[in-house]
């Protein structure tokens, strides 16, 4: 079965920086605990950052490959022109590159989800329905895929977040730590980002499934940067693992407006009092 593999995704990196000199850069964020580099496409020269995260379950294995079809797609189409003047996206395409690698190499692995200590990352972040144990690691933040997401935070402040896994085609919204102003314009940004996807919001009663911990990724940033974060789910619910890569194309196709669409939610949401 072919698939996109991480040394794939390295040298798609390399040569987007490339091609595109003084739009894309490329940084290196962190390593994971096979010591694999950790990269971050930095895309555009504005000052209002968003951050777009995926591979965080090895076994999602479309997500990487769309997120560097968006990076093509839009450097192509939107190169020299004002949206990369007043934006920039962060876009990190693989925070689970150890996973990923046993997810696709190793056939009894196929539905793998976790980081190579057996930790799932997605579970792992300190937000308030944290709980320790299991594979959500013995403490908040105990892996350094983990630390390097937060510390690409930190070190670059942004105005929203969207973390991609697999399956539903659907979009995450709801917090249950964040007070109601926060959600209600949670779910105007959901339903505006996702415009024309097909995509459906996911009702708040379904963010943390039943016996299910907190820890998210997403969780994080919008307790620690009150600031917009979503999850959006790609590929139909019953898509098998190993995912067929071919579906990365029709997750492309269906969300490709998708910058777009953030750029001009966050144009017209005054996201900047989203805190108050
Ligand atoms: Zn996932």
Redesign the pocket.
């Known amino acids: 079965m072919d698939y996109y593999s991480y040394e794939d995704i390295l040298s798609d990196a390399k040569k987007l920086q490339k091609e595109y000199f003084g739009l894309i850069e490329c940084e290196t964020i962190g390593y994971s605990v096979q010591k694999r580099k950790i990269i971050m496409l930095i895309m555009g020269c504005g000052y209002r950052k968003i951050f777009l995260t995926a591979g965080?379950?090895g076994r999602?294995s479309i997500n990487p490959k769309v997120l560097m079809m968006f990076i093509r797609h839009y450097a192509e189409g939107y190169y020299g022109k004002p949206l990369f003047s007043k934006y920039s996206f962060c876009i990190i395409p693989l925070l689970n590159p150890d996973g990923y690698t046993e997810a696709l190499t190793d056939s009894n692995k196929a539905g793998y989800?976790l980081n190579h200590n057996g930790v799932d990352i997605?579970r792992n972040f300190p937000s308030v329905h944290y709980r320790s144990g299991g594979t959500s690691g013995e403490y908040a933040a105990s892996e350094p895929e983990t630390r390097a997401l937060i510390m690409a935070f930190k070190s670059h402040p942004s105005v929203m977040y969207i973390d991609f896994?697999?399956r539903g085609e659907c979009i995450y919204y709801y917090r249950s730590a964040m007070g109601e102003e926060y959600n209600k314009k949670q779910r105007a940004i959901a339903e505006e980002i996702t415009e024309g996807s097909g995509y459906a919001a996911v009702p708040p009663e379904d963010e943390i499934d039943t016996g299910d911990t907190g820890g998210n990724s997403v969780h994080y940033y919008s307790e620690t940067f009150k600031m917009p974060a979503f999850t959006i789910e790609t590929a139909p619910c019953n898509t098998l693992f190993p995912m067929d890569i071919s579906l990365a194309d029709d997750a492309f196709i269906k969300l490709k407006n998708l910058l777009c669409n953030i750029v001009s939610a966050i144009d017209k949401k005054d996201i900047y009092s989203y805190n108050q």
């Open positions: 965080i379950h999602e989800k997605n896994h697999s």
